[in-house]
């Protein structure tokens, strides 16, 4: 069974530029969530999709949105691109919505960096 | 609101000895879930280990186990015979669940991280 993939693997923007990034869940898995990582912050949330719905959404900016269709796959849009947008995205999926114990697979990540 | 702590930026282990990675949280919801994650310098997060709160019995995956003290509100992961293999960042997260409007929804919040080197 393939794990969670992303796309693409690493890509470079210029500040006030948008940025697209796809991701795969594994298959039959329909909650698909987005994550941040930065050497300051850490690991933050973005979002969660379940269903082609947001359920959940972290503290971030309007600049920060997302979706997902109808085969599960998700994407993260980042518009005006500012300097500390520049990070490792992940992007994990499951197979239910997010209980207490739901384990989440997390796919190789998108390194964003913004010039 | 949730935290973790993780008060260990970097710990170092001679290979075939174990290792406890410190983890400590905050939150007041009655039900959560601890995990624990590994993150090689490739940037994948590898899921390891798991703990309910309601769980009576300490987790165990192998050649990880989970040292869980509720009361004091810790939840240390422990490495039995390390490896060169296991050097890597490594992530406690918590996750407790929100009920709202007829739905429920969750997400992991983690710690800072501990970086573990394995020296031969």
């Known amino acids: 069974k393939a794990g969670v993939t992303q796309t693409p693997r690493y890509l470079i923007k210029t500040r006030g530029q948008q940025v697209t990034l796809s991701c795969s869940p594994i298959s039959g898995h329909r909650s698909v969530s987005w994550y941040q990582q930065t050497p300051g912050q850490g690991l933050q949330f973005l979002f969660e999709?379940?269903?082609?719905?947001?359920?959940n959404k972290g503290n971030f900016p309007g600049r920060f949105s997302g979706r997902q269709f109808s085969n599960s796959r998700s994407e993260m849009n980042v518009s005006t691109l500012e300097l500390g947008d520049s990070a490792l995205y992940l992007c994990?999926?499951?197979?239910?919505?997010?209980?207490?114990?739901?384990?989440?697979?997390f796919g190789p990540g998108t390194r964003l960096t913004v010039t | 609101a949730q935290k973790i702590t993780q008060t260990q930026p970097g710990m170092f282990v001679q290979e075939k000895e174990a290792v406890t990675l410190d983890c400590t949280y905050d939150?007041?919801?009655?039900?959560?879930?601890l995990f624990w994650y590994k993150q090689p310098s490739s940037g994948e997060m590898i899921f390891l280990i798991y703990q309910g709160s309601y769980d009576q019995q300490n987790a165990t995956e192998g050649r990880y186990s989970l040292n869980f003290q509720k009361a004091r509100k810790s939840a240390n992961l422990v490495i039995s015979a390390s490896q060169l293999g296991d050097s890597a960042m490594y992530f406690c997260?918590?996750?407790?669940?929100?009920?709202?409007?007829?739905?429920?929804?969750?997400?992991?919040?983690f710690g800072q991280g501990t970086i573990l080197t394995v020296h031969p």
């Open positions: 999709y379940f269903s082609e719905t947001q359920r």
């Open positions: 939150t007041s919801d009655p039900s959560y879930g």
């Open positions: 994990a999926s499951s197979l239910r919505g997010l209980e207490v114990s739901t384990e989440q697979y």
């Open positions: 997260a918590m996750r407790a669940v929100v009920h709202a409007g007829g739905t429920s929804y969750g997400k992991l919040t």
